[in-house]
């Protein structure tokens, strides 16, 4: 089972014109509110609906962005990106780059990347000082993306890159099946508890994340190149799928443990790496004064309730129709 925590209060933010890419997808939307208390300027190819604190500025990636679309920020946040178009990224973020480096203006540079940039590491624990190994398309284009500012970002300016693992909230996807599998088919998930019982289960808050970009934006301005994990504890599958039976008032199913040593013999099967104790540090970022906004247990306790609440909608159009 997850361990049970209590929220932490966090009194109201406030700061610079923050400008955002990636505002309307999962991450984006929950930082947006975040971030209600700044001046934020959304950046996109189409408008979005837009609160009291935002104004929109269109934005394509895939072009040479025009002078003047950055006039007025101080500090970006960067999540876009395009899961269709590969390594056309490298460019979009090339674009981006160039448009940042001509804006004097902007102090500092947040740019969200993932852990799988790490790709078939052995390590036990994965930390920032461990070698990147990426293996498929999607992990070394993320890398090449981190490596672009790294390499081209103006020295005045701070980088900080994020590397959470998988984000978990309402409105994303990571968690779904196996919420569905729990609730809704038993069968499948009792096999799957038993076959992937010591899998471990790289999650992060979405809230979590969110509150990581809210410490890196409100430092001074160092000129500095910092790279962070955010991940939270590392979670067995059978831990994580108890733990979501649990929140819906339901009792563990029944199985037994795989030992653990069948989990790489399972991954080279399903052409995935799987090490039953390795873990996600986010020591360094918890050393630099961040603290958890939310528990792990009720991230997840949250996503069940929207997942339930969805299948309740969904329960009522199919009777009305």
């Not at 059978?238 to 819906?248: K, L, S």
Request: some cysteine.
């Amino acid at each position: 089972m997850i361990d049970r925590a209590v929220d932490r209060e966090t009194g109201d933010a406030s700061g610079p014109t923050v400008a955002v890419t990636g505002g309307t997808g999962f991450v984006g939307s929950h930082l947006r509110v975040a971030l209600r208390e700044n001046p934020v300027v959304l950046l996109g190819r189409r408008e979005p609906g837009l609160g009291e604190n935002e104004r929109w500025v269109r934005m394509d990636m895939a072009e040479q962005i025009p002078p003047g679309t950055l006039d007025g920020c101080e500090e970006l946040c960067h999540l876009a990106y395009a899961a269709n178009e590969g390594g056309e990224n490298v460019l979009y973020n090339q674009h981006l780059l160039d448009a940042v480096n001509a804006q004097p203006n902007i102090r500092r540079v947040i740019l969200i990347s993932t852990t799988s940039v790490y790709g078939a590491s052995d390590a036990r624990v994965v930390d920032e000082m461990t070698p990147c190994r990426p293996e498929g398309d999607y992990e070394k284009t993320k890398l090449a993306c981190e490596t672009v500012w790294r390499e081209g970002l103006r020295r005045d300016c701070d980088l900080i890159v994020l590397r959470p693992s998988q984000v978990i909230g309402p409105g994303g996807k990571g968690l779904l099946n196996l919420i569905r599998d729990a609730l809704h088919r038993p069968v499948v998930a009792a096999i799957k508890r038993s076959l992937l019982y010591h899998r471990p289960l790289h999650l992060v808050a979405v809230r979590n994340v969110v509150t990581a970009v809210r410490f890196c934006l409100d430092g001074p301005p160092k000129g500095a190149r910092e790279t962070y994990v955010v991940s939270d504890d590392h979670q067995s599958y059978a831990a994580v799928q108890d733990t979501v039976r649990c929140i819906a008032g339901r009792r563990p199913l029944p199985g037994f443990a795989m030992p653990p040593w069948t989990l790489p013999l399972l991954g080279t099967l399903v052409r995935r790496r799987f090490i039953p104790e390795q873990k996600f540090s986010s020591r360094k970022l918890r050393e630099a004064g961040f603290e958890d906004e939310v528990s792990l247990f009720d991230e997840v306790k949250r996503l069940v309730q929207s997942v339930e609440k969805a299948g309740d909608r969904n329960l009522m159009h199919n009777s009305s129709s």
